[in-house]
């Protein structure tokens, strides 16, 4: 692609808004319905555009406003110095945009103001076009701004939307319809800066117990031997592990067991009263983190503080890169060209008192020192939220299937799953992998029945299962046991998912820590086996509500 790419085709699409010329009393509303009907030529769409803004009373579009959206338009990000000039070309490219896609997002650092909304309305309604505000609101009025051709909305109200709809138990309650075309203003600061804040929806989690119970358990931990300190941090060794009855296998309980002991061992060895916190009236104080501050307040006697348990989460850069076009305009998007090339795969062009738009390259960033450190920035984003939007990927779909009821055979194939990781767990170990399954259903095998060659064992407790399963089918009614297998899944994932998002944080801080080199292949070896493990929790606890949950006649 040559230097000369951007403006070239920004080059012709205002050659194409120069041949219109001036379009007098053209009826703005027909002339856009037939470009939304057929090919329009380019250009075409930004010329009504242009007419529309003045008829709506804007003021004059200068030649730098048509440049700036004509490179919108051709999918780059501008970098434009003038406020009300970025508002105005992201206004007009809203209207180009619409004339194909039917959902155009303009997103802002803050919320817009009914006011700075207001003045674009007219504009839109000249063309035909229906646009919206996003605000707070029940769900009938965010889904039906949604339905708008041009949706305006700060950084975050989509990505709330985003995450409350994978988390809805309704799908009619789903809020959005697709993600074709962002215009972000100000779009290095929404990707870069608060694009590393997520969204988060959560609930508030008592944990006074549990804490308690860690800070008895590490008592008799020896230093050096059971735990090592490193500064404000405690770590367990093997031995702690297996003294406190904890593994290494990366499943997310396990984890989040794990992460308890060593906030109650940090407590207990790393923070200190009237040096790193003060307790007054029954009230600890200080800044200390997240989960040591409850086992601080388990250690002092004082009433603990409920933990934030998160039920979905997505960082604002990750959310909007997921649009099939991603276009913006800032300020400073110079300095940031590189950044944003890595991040969004996007062209930055400056433009300037009218002047063409001249391509700004990767490598003639006006600050290079700020580039190589946002390229750093996004380089460490990339790394670990690319495992953790993969795995939220997979499990939102996992999800959708229970709700829409696609998957009729759900309860016999996970069945078949969790059994078979018992038997290949346990064989030979007839008593252990009985435990197991006793656990599970009631099983009339024996542990003779469980003793023989590998195979004749996996056989015979899957042929077991599948008829535990149907007997309880048969009890609870096909139709009833169904539906109750979809909600009772749902509810178990949302659970465990919260714990993987915590066992995936303690992963990233715990590889860092032990070794900076290579944390990259180690991160993504122990990510993939704990999103296996968190599946297989999954299914376990499903398939242990689903025999053991006593349901009521009604």
Same mark, same amino acid.
């Given at each position: 692609?040559?230097?000369?790419?951007?403006?070239?085709?920004?080059?012709?699409?205002?050659?194409?808004?120069?041949?219109?010329?001036?379009?007098?009393? *053209?009826?703005? @509303?027909?002339?856009?319905?037939?470009?939304?009907?057929?090919?329009?030529?380019?250009?075409?769409?930004?010329?009504?555009?242009?007419?529309?803004?003045?008829?709506?009373?804007?003021?004059?579009?200068?030649?730098?406003?048509?440049?700036?959206?004509?490179?919108?338009?051709?999918?780059?990000?501008?970098?434009?110095?003038?406020?009300?000039?970025?508002?105005?070309?992201?206004?007009?490219?809203?209207?180009?945009?619409?004339?194909?896609?039917?959902?155009?997002?303009?997103? *802002?650092?803050?919320?817009?103001?009914?006011?700075?909304?207001?003045?674009?309305?007219?504009?839109?309604?000249?063309?035909?076009?229906? $646009?919206?505000?996003? #605000?707070?609101?029940?769900?009938?009025?965010?889904?039906?701004?949604? #339905?708008?051709?041009?949706?305006?909305?700060?950084?975050?109200?989509?990505?709330?939307?985003?995450?409350?709809?994978?988390?809805?138990?309704?799908?009619?309650?789903?809020?959005?319809?697709?993600? @074709?075309?962002?215009?972000?203003?100000?779009?290095?600061?929404?990707?870069?800066?608060?694009?590393?804040?997520?969204?988060?929806?959560?609930? #508030?989690?008592?944990?006074?117990?549990?804490?308690?119970?860690?800070?008895?358990?590490?008592?008799?931990?020896? @230093?050096?031997?059971?735990?090592?300190?490193?500064?404000?941090?405690?770590?367990?060794?093997?031995?702690?592990?297996?003294?406190?009855?904890?593994?290494?296998?990366?499943?997310?309980?396990?984890?989040?067991?794990?992460?308890?002991?060593?906030?109650?061992?940090?407590?207990?060895?790393?923070?200190?009263?009237?040096?790193?916190?003060?307790?007054?009236?029954?009230? !600890?104080?200080?800044?200390?983190?997240?989960?040591?501050?409850?086992?601080?307040?388990?250690?002092?006697?004082?009433?603990?503080?409920?933990?934030?348990?998160?039920?979905?989460?997505?960082?604002?850069?990750?959310?909007?890169?997921?649009?099939?076009?991603?276009?913006?305009?800032?300020?400073?998007?110079?300095?940031?060209?590189?950044?944003?090339?890595?991040?969004?795969?996007?062209?930055?062009?400056?433009?300037?008192?009218?002047?063409?738009?001249?391509?700004?390259?990767?490598?003639?960033?006006?600050?290079?020192?700020?580039?190589?450190?946002?390229?750093?920035?996004?380089?460490?984003?990339?790394?670990?939220?690319?495992?953790?939007?993969?795995?939220?990927?997979?499990?939102?779909?996992?999800?959708?299937?229970?709700?829409?009821?696609?998957?009729?055979?759900?309860?016999?194939?996970?069945?078949?799953?969790?059994?078979?990781?018992?038997?290949?767990?346990?064989?030979?170990?007839?008593?252990?992998?009985?435990?197991?399954?006793?656990?599970?259903?009631?099983?009339?095998?024996?542990?003779?029945?469980?003793?023989?060659?590998?195979?004749?064992?996996?056989?015979?407790?899957?042929?077991?299962?599948?008829?535990?399963?149907?007997?309880?089918?048969?009890?609870?009614?096909?139709?009833? $046991?169904?539906?109750?297998?979809?909600?009772?899944?749902?509810?178990?994932?949302?659970?465990?998912?919260?714990?993987?998002?915590?066992?995936?944080?303690?992963?990233?801080?715990? !590889?860092?820590?032990?070794?900076?080199?290579?944390?990259?292949?180690?991160?993504?070896?122990?990510?993939?086996?704990?999103?296996?493990?968190?599946?297989?929790?999954?299914?376990?606890? $499903?398939?242990?509500?689903?025999?053991?949950?006593?349901?009521?006649?009604?």
């Amino acid at each position: 692609m040559g230097a000369d790419w951007a403006s070239e085709r920004c080059a012709r699409v205002l050659a194409g808004v120069a041949e219109r010329g001036e379009l007098g009393d *053209t009826d703005l @509303r027909t002339a856009m319905a037939e470009l939304r009907s057929g090919h329009p030529a380019p250009g075409a769409a930004l010329a009504l555009a242009r007419e529309a803004a003045c008829r709506a009373g804007l003021g004059p579009v200068l030649p730098e406003h048509l440049a700036a959206a004509a490179a919108l338009c051709c999918g780059c990000v501008v970098d434009m110095k003038d406020g009300r000039g970025r508002s105005i070309a992201a206004a007009l490219a809203a209207c180009c945009y619409a004339v194909r896609h039917a959902d155009v997002h303009v997103i *802002t650092r803050l919320p817009p103001e009914a006011a700075e909304f207001g003045r674009f309305a007219p504009m839109y309604e000249q063309l035909g076009l229906r $646009a919206a505000l996003l #605000t707070d609101g029940e769900w009938e009025v965010r889904k039906a701004a949604y #339905t708008a051709d041009v949706v305006y909305s700060g950084t975050y109200e989509p990505c709330y939307d985003y995450v409350r709809d994978n988390l809805a138990w309704d799908p009619q309650e789903c809020v959005q319809r697709g993600r @074709r075309v962002a215009i972000l203003d100000r779009i290095d600061d929404i990707l870069l800066r608060q694009g590393r804040a997520p969204a988060v929806i959560g609930d #508030t989690v008592d944990e006074s117990a549990r804490c308690r119970e860690f800070q008895e358990q590490i008592r008799p931990l020896r @230093r050096e031997v059971d735990f090592e300190v490193s500064g404000r941090l405690a770590r367990l060794t093997p031995r702690g592990l297996r003294r406190l009855g904890l593994d290494d296998v990366p499943a997310p309980s396990s984890l989040v067991r794990r992460r308890m002991a060593e906030a109650a061992l940090a407590a207990a060895h790393c923070f200190h009263r009237g040096e790193h916190y003060t307790v007054r009236d029954g009230v !600890l104080a200080g800044q200390v983190p997240e989960g040591v501050r409850q086992a601080l307040e388990a250690k002092e006697g004082v009433a603990v503080t409920g933990v934030r348990h998160t039920l979905g989460e997505i960082l604002p850069w990750d959310y909007y890169r997921d649009y099939d076009t991603l276009v913006g305009l800032s300020p400073t998007a110079a300095v940031a060209a590189p950044a944003l090339d890595e991040l969004a795969g996007t062209a930055v062009v400056e433009v300037r008192n009218g002047a063409p738009p001249v391509l700004v390259g990767s490598n003639q960033a006006t600050d290079g020192t700020m580039s190589r450190f946002l390229r750093q920035w996004v380089a460490e984003m990339l790394e670990f939220t690319d495992v953790r939007r993969r795995h939220r990927e997979a499990m939102h779909d996992y999800r959708r299937t229970f709700l829409t009821g696609r998957d009729d055979d759900f309860a016999g194939r996970t069945l078949d799953s969790v059994v078979s990781g018992y038997v290949a767990a346990r064989h030979p170990d007839a008593h252990g992998l009985h435990q197991d399954l006793s656990e599970l259903y009631a099983t009339p095998l024996t542990e003779d029945d469980l003793t023989g060659e590998k195979e004749q064992v996996l056989a015979r407790v899957h042929a077991d299962a599948r008829a535990a399963l149907e007997r309880r089918w048969r009890d609870l009614g096909a139709e009833f $046991a169904a539906d109750l297998a979809r909600r009772v899944t749902v509810i178990v994932i949302d659970r465990v998912w919260g714990e993987h998002l915590i066992a995936l944080d303690y992963l990233s801080c715990r !590889l860092t820590e032990d070794d900076p080199r290579d944390v990259r292949a180690r991160y993504h070896r122990r990510a993939a086996a704990l999103y296996d493990a968190t599946v297989h929790q999954i299914h376990e606890h $499903a398939m242990g509500y689903l025999f053991n949950l006593h349901v009521q006649d009604q």
